[in-house]
């Protein structure tokens, strides 16, 4: 598969708390991307991270990307409870087709009130 | 809010039949997607198109087969339903810009007895 792991799985945090969470890959990627999913729900993108860019700001979000290591974080920033979804990233190949995507297995973020 | 629109919303069946999900969307956009999402999986793509009558396989297609005649539509069938196919089916549609952002219809519950 193109995708690894994300870490942690699941993550609880009291709001107001940054929350972080982690994407690993396994090949050369075009970009990498973030979205959102609240229960029972399609999943909204949230960010776009080019392979050539290193860190992407949107709000109170915040993207890094290591191709070295083959890893992307997220980071949410002030977190409130509306926060509370499942959280996945995804890639597409640097080569043979970039519009072919894959996802991670997500990270559950509980955010309490 | 994206125009895709999954076909059935919910569906039980039984173990042999053949099942087919639609997915019609209004934006035009080039590429179509379905994946499937399974608890401890996240999503896992199955099929996805990049024109008319232009399909590829996804990471598990097995038992998995699609069509698109127009633009607009794109099918997934299941020949005989097994249980293993018991998921969540997701279409996804993107214009293939170089923005790459994947837009999600609400998805489709299926239930194989």
């Known amino acids: 598969s193109q995708q690894g792991e994300e870490d942690p799985q699941a993550l609880s945090i009291q709001e107001g708390e940054n929350a972080t969470m982690n994407c690993s890959y396994k090949?050369?990627?075009?970009?990498l991307q973030w979205y959102r999913q609240n229960s029972g729900r399609g999943l909204v993108h949230l960010i776009l991270?080019?392979?050539?860019?290193r860190e992407k700001h949107s709000g109170r979000l915040r993207v890094t990307l290591d191709t070295s290591k083959k890893s992307s974080s997220l980071l949410i920033t002030a977190s409130r409870a509306a926060d509370t979804a499942s959280y996945f990233c995804?890639?597409?190949?640097?080569?043979?087709?970039?519009?072919?995507?894959?996802f991670g297995s997500g990270t559950k973020l509980n955010v309490k009130p | 809010d994206a125009g895709i629109t999954q076909s059935p919303r919910h569906k039980v069946t039984e173990t042999g039949t053949p099942v087919t999900l639609r997915c019609h969307q209004t934006?035009?956009?080039?590429?179509m997607y379905w994946y499937r999402q399974d608890p401890g999986h996240g999503l896992r793509l199955i099929h996805y198109?990049?024109?008319?009558?232009?399909?590829d396989k996804g990471e598990v297609s097995d038992g998995y087969s699609v069509s698109r005649s127009k633009t607009e539509d794109f099918l997934l069938t299941l020949e005989s339903a097994t249980s293993s196919q018991t998921s969540v089916y997701f279409c996804?549609?993107?214009?293939?810009?170089?923005?790459?952002?994947?837009?999600f219809g609400e998805g489709s519950r299926l239930t194989v007895l």
């Open positions: 996804a549609i993107s214009a293939g810009d170089g923005t790459g952002e994947l837009f």
């Open positions: 090949t050369s990627i075009n970009n």
């Open positions: 991270i080019r392979s050539n860019e």
């Open positions: 995804a890639t597409a190949a640097a080569a043979y087709n970039f519009n072919k995507f894959y």
């Open positions: 934006e035009n956009h080039r590429y």
């Open positions: 198109s990049y024109g008319v009558k232009d399909t």
